[in-house]
């Protein structure tokens, strides 16, 4: 049982490998990854008793390399496979992507191994995997815009892995280990150490960054020059496991910092909001506009991890899952739109609502999910974030999470009226694969929805992953 845990891993690598040299690569692709989503769900179902953990060679930690699928991060690698999946089927319908789909499964493959590592060391590797497959994808295309936008992304991102070596380098100095367990407990052996503090910002600099967590300058400029499918895996996918990383490693490496480092933590994130509400309203593109509510995503998220409550961060991880799908479908729904009805501007009514009426209500009901509102699959995760921060005192902050709620709410509705409504000036599809790839969307939205009746379930598994838990389990693992 075991070790199906790197079957997340080694799967989307031999597919894209395949997927190089083979004329049917979507087929074998789509195929590759149901039967992997099949065996994940499986997975997921096992760790209801305990976590799976795979200790590679034999050797165990700290000195091993342990892989460690809890029920957080085996349903974050589910969900993120299942959004691949469906881009990718997605886009065979008119096959734009062929050239692509080798990096997209490599970076596939980088996400489930940072959501599924359980040293610091691998999880910089992994990340070094993401980003020399999304800079690839990024100028794959050859346009000058791409190029223009790859620059600033390939520099910061390189920063970002020399402070991050650079805090390996230290942490290991400092405590001899870099297993996520064994520091916990070296950590809590020897408590608050104020000389630490740099190790821990520095890391956070680092997550910051590839989560987009005030260092956002790079999204907006990378994001909005992507096709809206690449846009689409780019824009769920990446940061989230920037805000896993960061879940992970304050919740249960550095526990006995939290106290100090929830107010840089609540800091960062307000002002990652504030951030994009202007974003948000100011910009009329779409693709800026989905951009920057992202950002206010993050902000949120990030604000839910500050909290340092049970709840605040189960509803922090709930929230995200949710947002994955939800992203999704805001960038392919948003694509359909442009590409198939020919809608350029933006700032004016189109009366889309005559002549796509499904995709009205389908668009409006994304609308609602982003905003996570009653009825849908982000409002429990994004009430109890709120809920936590009332229980913590932060009234301020907390109504500034609702009006960064409202006012990417606001963005949102103004664009809907400008694409669904006044006059009627397209009258026909030019896709005729329109229903199909709408069909994608609405099964994203279904997954996105079930939420709504199995929160209870995944509030009471995600709960159960705390440090203690997490520690005894990876000692024991191969024993």
Same mark, same amino acid.
């Given at each position: ?6 079957? !997340?891993?080694? #799967? ?67 969900? &993120? ?10 886009? &065979? ?85 870099? &297993?996520? @367990? ?52 780019? @824009? ?19 526990? !006995? ?112 999910? #982003? ?78 929805? &079930? ?29």
């Amino acid at each position: 049982m075991n070790n199906l845990i790197i079957i !997340p891993v080694i #799967v989307p690598i031999l597919l894209g490998i395949l997927a190089f040299k083979t004329v049917t690569q979507y087929r074998i692709t789509i195929s590759g990854l149901i039967t992997l989503i099949l065996m994940m769900c499986y997975m997921l179902v096992q760790t209801v008793t305990s976590p799976i953990i795979l200790n590679l060679g034999g050797h165990k930690m700290p000195y091993g390399i342990q892989l460690y699928g809890d029920f957080v991060s085996l349903m974050l690698t589910l969900v &993120s496979t299942i959004v691949v999946t469906a881009v990718l089927f997605y886009q &065979s319908l008119n096959h734009s992507l062929q050239q692509k789909v080798p990096f997209i499964l490599f970076i596939l493959a980088g996400i489930n191994g940072s959501y599924l590592t359980a040293d610091i060391f691998n999880l910089f590797v992994m990340f070094e995997v993401m980003l020399l497959a999304s800079f690839i994808l990024i100028v794959i295309e050859k346009k000058s815009v791409q190029f223009k936008a790859s620059i600033i992304y390939v520099i910061l991102n390189l920063i970002g892995s020399w402070i991050f070596l650079i805090a390996i380098g230290i942490l290991y100095r400092s405590y001899g280990t870099l &297993s996520f @367990a064994h520091l916990a407990e070296r950590m809590n052996e020897v408590g608050y150490i104020q000389e630490h503090l740099i190790i821990i910002i520095l890391f956070l600099i680092v997550f910051s960054l590839k989560s987009a967590l005030l260092i956002f300058i790079w999204l907006p400029r990378t994001y909005s020059v992507l096709s809206f499918e690449l846009g689409a895996i780019f @824009a769920s996918l990446l940061t989230k496991v920037g805000v896993y990383a960061i879940y992970r490693i304050m919740t249960i490496v550095f526990v !006995p910092y939290q106290d100090i480092m929830q107010q840089v933590l609540l800091a960062m994130s307000m002002l990652t909001i504030i951030s994009g509400i202007f974003g948000v309203i100011k910009n009329t593109d779409m693709k800026l506009m989905f951009c920057y509510q992202i950002i206010i995503s993050i902000g949120i998220l990030c604000y839910g991890i500050a909290t340092f409550t049970s709840t605040g961060i189960t509803g922090t991880i709930l929230y995200m899952t949710n947002d994955i799908l939800i992203k999704a479908c805001l960038f392919l729904i948003g694509g359909l739109i442009v590409e198939s009805l020919g809608v350029i501007n933006f700032t004016q009514n189109h009366g889309l609502s005559k002549t796509i009426t499904k995709t009205t209500y389908i668009f409006l009901f994304i609308v609602f999910s #982003v905003g996570g509102m009653p009825f849908t699959g982000g409002f429990p995760g994004k009430l109890m974030i709120i809920q936590a921060a009332i229980e913590q005192k932060m009234y301020i902050s907390s109504v500034m999470v609702v009006i960064g709620t409202f006012a990417g709410m606001y963005a949102m509705m103004r664009l809907f009226i400008h694409l669904f409504f006044g006059e009627n000036e397209i009258t026909s599809l030019k896709d005729r694969k329109y229903n199909k790839k709408l069909a994608v969307i609405v099964f994203l939205l279904f997954i996105s929805f &079930s939420f709504v009746f199995t929160s209870e379930v995944m509030i009471e598994q995600i709960g159960q992953v705390q440090q203690e838990t997490y520690i005894q389990h990876a000692q024991k693992a191969g024993e």
